[in-house]
T-cell receptor, first 112, second 114 residues
Framework: GNSVTQMEGPVTLSEEAFLTINCTYT??????LFWYVQYPGEGLQLLLK?????DKGSNKGFEATYRKETTSFHLEKGSVQVSDSAVYFC???????????FGGGTRLMVKP | ETGVTQSPTHLIKTRGQQVTLRCSSQ?????VSWYQQALGQGPQFIFQ???????GRGNFPPRFSGLQFPNYSSELNVNALELDDSALYLC?????????????FGSGTRLTVV
């Protein structure tokens, strides 16, 4: 079956530091890959996505590249802000359906 | 364009009771999915509804059931509540045929079973 593995948190960084959150997946075929963000007390918001190998998703300074050879979709940001503090979820979906399989989430805490 | 709205926002129930959670889809979306998010974990897929029929189900027992109405709103029903059912329940709407591009999540219903 499909599965997503993320690095465990919390990840604590100082403002303007570089961020990497690792995500690897197991799936048959060629799934679409996503990063979602969840702020305290809120639902999930789509941060970025990639639908085929070597695609790079980007949004709000965050980037992730679909690496089929390493089955990875690591999230990066060059300079984090306090407002980026949230829980980040990596997810995949088979192209044939809409069901999302999520990783366990990584909490990011950015200190001023 | 309205987003996905869920009600109630919080709910406390006793073990063995039944609960109904409600979701209004984003305008223009015709597919609704429900997810269970236990504390500190990622969301788990419960089921999806399209054209008022169940269109995919995760590893959840039959006491989890749902409905989708002609206006694409949806209900999640859980019978014989157990303590482990305590979680945040998320509803997500999308447009069938547009692969995952249109997933919009609601803010969720926090269910506590005591």
């Amino acid at each position: 079956g499909n599965s997503v593995t993320q690095m465990e948190g919390p990840v604590t960084l100082s403002e303007e530091a570089f961020l990497t959150i690792n995500c690897t997946y197991t799936a048959t075929g060629y799934p679409s890959l996503f990063w979602y963000v969840q702020y305290p007390g809120e639902g999930l918001q789509l941060l970025l996505k990639a639908t085929k190998a070597d695609d790079k998703g980007s949004n709000k300074g965050f980037e992730a590249t679909y690496r089929k050879e390493t089955t990875s979709f690591h999230l990066e940001k060059g300079s984090v802000q306090v407002s980026d503090s949230a829980v980040y979820f990596c997810a995949l979906s088979p192209n044939a359906g809409n069901m999302l399989t999520f990783g366990g989430g990584t909490r990011l805490m950015v200190k001023p | 364009e309205t987003g996905v709205t869920q009600s109630p926002t919080h709910l406390i129930k006793t073990r063995g009771q039944q609960v109904t959670l409600r979701c209004s889809s984003q305008s223009g979306h015709n597919t609704v999915s429900w997810y269970q998010q236990a504390l500190g974990q990622g969301p788990q897929f419960i089921f999806q509804y399209y054209r008022e029929e169940e269109n995919g189900r995760g590893n959840f027992p039959p006491r989890f059931s749902g409905l989708q109405f002609p206006n694409y709103s949806s209900e999640l029903n859980v019978n014989a509540l157990e303590l482990d059912d305590s979680a945040l329940y998320l509803c997500a709407s999308s447009l069938s045929g547009v692969i995952n591009y249109g997933y919009t999540f609601g803010s969720g219903t926090r269910l506590t079973v005591v």
